[in-house]
């Protein structure tokens, strides 16, 4: 029990710096003092959260006490934290995200999914991308090898959309990516 408040205590009192001016910062501190910076706390992924136990590099889950490690995703106002549970257990239905209107399936059967939230708007911003393209076609000869080409980006950052659920990462998708409509 001593080693485990020793270790707490470590990891809870670690100095924190600046990551634009350096000046080190008070544990709870929102904003830098010296600059004015947001503060963006760099979590350690090799430390449990919950106990404070040294966590193995390829360890999804803590050998001492079981909670899972967390990846963050996509900043928007505030980074969602997405676990490894809750990629395991939606990364099959995640993929229908990626299939035009088809992204409401997972988006309204798991609404408190993360993972789901997270590729649902990335499948969002691809479908917008194609309407798009298909509006683009309308207008002659330039819009036709505009829209082409919009069509083709659709089909690339499908299969990368369709790659990154599979491997389940939280990557934007290029260009469009860091576009947030679903939080």
């Known amino acids: 029990m001593e080693n485990e408040k020793i270790i707490l205590e470590e990891v809870s009192t670690k100095e924190c710096n600046c990551l634009k001016c350096g000046k080190n910062l008070e544990s709870d501190a929102k904003f830098c003092s010296g600059c004015g910076a947001i503060v963006e706390l760099q979590k350690d992924e090799s430390i449990c959260k919950k106990c404070g136990e040294e966590l193995k590099e390829e360890a999804n889950f803590c050998q001492k006490c079981g909670a899972s490690k967390v990846s963050k995703a996509f900043k928007a106002n505030e980074p969602l934290e997405i676990s490894e549970q809750d990629i395991a257990e939606n990364k099959n239905i995640a993929m229908f995200c990626y299939f035009g209107l088809f992204m409401l399936i997972p988006y309204l059967t798991k609404p408190n999914s993360n993972f789901i939230k997270y590729h649902s708007n990335q499948g969002l911003l691809l479908l917008i991308l194609g309407i798009l393209s298909s509006l683009i076609m309308i207008i ?3 819009g036709w090898g505009i829209g ?26 290029p260009l469009i990516g860091k576009y947030v409509l679903i939080k």
């Open 140 to 142: 002659p000869i330039l």
């Open 148 to 173: 082409f080409i919009g069509y083709i980006l659709v089909t690339v950052f499908f299969f990368i959309g369709i790659k990154n659920v599979l491997k389940g990462e939280v990557k934007p998708l």
